[in-house]
Nanobody
Framework: VQLVESGGGSVQAGGSLTLSCLAS????????MGWFRQAPGKEREGVAT???????SYADSVKGRFNISKDDAKNTLYLVMNSLKPEDTAMYYC?????????????WGQGTQVTVSS
């Protein structure tokens, strides 16, 4: 199982970014997938998960601003991030596991950096 994130970058507060996670070695339909993030000096924080294509869950801090989705044909997971805030600055990782369990995953990628300036 290999997960490769992309799409991070630097934006101003209020801006948007879309993260992608290309999966290989398995089909995304068979797994719980999600995003978590970690900022320097802070604990890891779960962001969102998706099972199938419609069962989603979000952290309170991103509800209404972020949207998680999958494209099964492309074996790719997405995270659309709108109305970004400086506190969203972190390294973002995608993860996969057989079951969703409190934003812990058996597999994860190398991460993509998101920086939001005020």
């Amino acid at each position: 199982v290999q997960l490769v994130e992309s799409g991070g970058g630097s934006v101003q507060a209020g801006g948007s970014l879309t993260l992608s996670c290309l999966a290989s070695g398995y089909t995304v339909t068979a797994y719980c997938m999600g995003w978590f993030r970690q900022a320097p000096g802070k604990e890891r924080e779960g962001v969102a998960t998706i099972v199938g294509t419609k069962i989603t869950s979000y952290a309170d801090s991103v509800k209404g601003r972020f949207n998680i989705s999958k494209d099964d044909a492309k074996n790719t997971l997405y995270l659309v991030m709108n109305s970004l805030k400086p506190e969203d600055t972190a390294m973002y990782y995608c993860g996969a596991d057989l079951l969703c369990s409190d934003y812990t995953f058996a597999y994860w990628g190398q991460g993509t950096q998101v920086t939001v300036s005020s």
